[in-house]
């Protein structure tokens, strides 16, 4: 059965530095997100994407997110400098199109900034 | 302001006992609300989705009920197993909202002893 797929499962960076989460969405689907979970909290939206650019984003998705769509098949996150904040654990979903509720979620990465 | 909230926080169960988790929402709009399984450490995995018109959606062992007047709904899981054991999430998406936008509740994290 096809997956969302993320890469890498675990990043530990330093506060101030850059990081690129990667995803390979669902090969078919046309909707891509990004959400992220702090340890012990409810999972958040931060993005919504399609048709290569975004279309919805949350507060929490400010100046230092951007998302890309770099080649056919992945979707990353970047976070252009860490903040001990930041560290969470990262879901990447996508979903086929905008009739069909059903969102899949990759197994995400868990992202650590000391 | 949209809301998810989600009991008990925690639940201990013996295998093959039967159990029932709550969700109430004061989403607005409603569109409609999902279950979500999410092992440790993976990301969450669709158990069911209903929208306004449906009262109650069955995915093998799990049964889902909604109340759309009350904005209440429950996850009912018959003869539970060790491999139940995970958290439960309730997700509720506005009418009009993006399908990125989704309302998290915490969870519930169910242990299933045998």
């Known amino acids: 059965e096809p997956e969302v797929t993320q890469t890498p499962s675990h990043q530990v960076t330093q506060m101030g530095q850059e990081v690129i989460l990667r995803c390979v969405p669902i090969s078919n689907h046309l909707y891509f997100y990004w959400y992220r979970q702090i340890l012990g909290q409810k999972v958040e939206f931060l993005v919504s994407f399609y048709n290569n650019e975004i279309s919805e984003k949350s507060e929490i998705f400010d100046d230092q997110f951007s998302v890309e769509r770099p080649d056919g098949s992945n979707f990353t996150l970047k976070i252009r400098s860490t903040k001990l904040e930041d560290s969470a654990m990262y879901f990447c979903a996508s979903n086929p199109d905008r009739t069909t509720y059903e969102q899949y979620f990759g197994p995400g990465t868990r992202l650590t900034v000391t | 302001k949209n809301q998810v909230e989600q009991s008990p926080q925690s639940l201990i169960i013996l295998e093959g006992k039967n159990c029932t988790l709550q969700?109430?929402?004061?989403?607005?709009?409603?569109?409609?609300l999902r279950w979500y399984k999410q092992d440790t450490g993976r990301g969450p995995v669709s158990l069911t989705i209903?929208?306004?018109?449906?009262n109650t959606k069955s995915n093998g062992r799990y049964t889902a009920t909604l109340d759309a007047d009350t904005k209440q709904s429950s996850l009912h899981i018959t003869a539970s197993q060790l491999s139940d054991s995970a958290s439960y999430i309730c997700v509720v998406s506005a009418k009009g909202g993006s399908q990125g936008n989704l309302i998290f509740g915490k969870g519930t994290k169910l242990s299933v002893k045998p």
């Open positions: 969700c109430n929402y004061t989403v607005s709009p409603f569109s409609n």
């Open positions: 209903m929208t306004f018109s449906e």
